[in-house]
């Protein structure tokens, strides 16, 4: 069955630096990722979605995704932390060759403190 | 562009009552899902639908009913609330499929069952 991890709860970083939040998943087949974010009181957005191609996808607001398959992971990157970065982050494949469904991470808490 | 528009925002039941949620998209996507989304569980997948006329269940269909008469509308049903139904309600449309395709999402709707 196809899963993804996000195995921190909550990243902290301060304004400016760089931030990592972490995704492995397992899947059978080719894997179809993606990145959500969710403001407060809001629905998820699109970030980014990797398919094919190059291992590193670049996305909405300046972030960009590693995917590494030999480690499966798929992990969000940003080269420099804004406050307004601060949001809930979720990581999610496709479920199934059909398409019809995500599974969703349970997500990961990012505050940059300014 | 409205984009998925979801009613009421707000909802408190009493076990037992029913209620539906409206969910309305004016991107002339061909499918449609309801997520709910509940604190450390991230969002799992209730009912979805490829097009007017087709729904199929998700991962915890129990106690939720789906329609699709028309390309724009997806409303889900609660028959007979319980509280194990309190949650943040996400509909959200794509062109091209959940696995696929960016997903878009409405605002949500907070039901609590009391």
């Known amino acids: 069955a196809q899963s993804v991890a996000q195995p921190e709860d909550q990243v902290n970083v301060a304004e400016g630096n760089p931030l990592t939040v972490k995704c492995t998943y397992s899947v059978s087949g080719n894997p179809y990722l993606f990145w959500y974010v969710q403001y407060p009181n809001r629905g998820l957005q699109f970030l980014l979605k990797y398919i094919t191609g190059d291992n590193l996808v670049k996305g909405s607001y300046g972030f960009e995704a590693e995917f590494n398959k030999s480690q499966t992971s798929f992990h969000l990157k940003k080269p420099s932390a804004l406050v307004s970065d601060s949001a809930l982050y979720f990581c999610a494949v496709r479920a199934s060759q059909a398409g019809t469904a995500l599974i969703f991470g349970k997500g990961t808490t990012l505050s940059v403190s300014s | 562009n409205a984009g998925v528009t979801q009613t009421p925002k707000f909802q408190v039941l009493k076990t037992g009552q029913s209620m539906t949620l409206q969910c309305a998209q004016d991107?002339?996507?061909?499918?449609m899902s309801w997520y709910r989304q509940d604190p450390g569980m991230g969002l799992r997948l209730i009912h979805y639908?490829?097009?007017?006329?087709?729904?199929d269940q998700g991962e915890v269909p129990n106690g939720y009913n789906v329609s699709r008469s028309t390309t724009e509308d997806f409303p889900l049903r609660l028959l007979s609330a319980a509280p194990s139904q309190t949650s943040v309600y996400f509909c959200?449309?794509?062109?091209?499929?959940?696995?696929?395709?960016?997903?878009?999402f409405g605002e949500g709707s907070r039901l609590t069952v009391l």
């Open positions: 991107m002339n996507h061909e499918y």
């Open positions: 639908s490829v097009g007017a006329g087709i729904t």
């Open positions: 959200a449309s794509s062109r091209q499929g959940a696995g696929i395709g960016e997903l878009f």
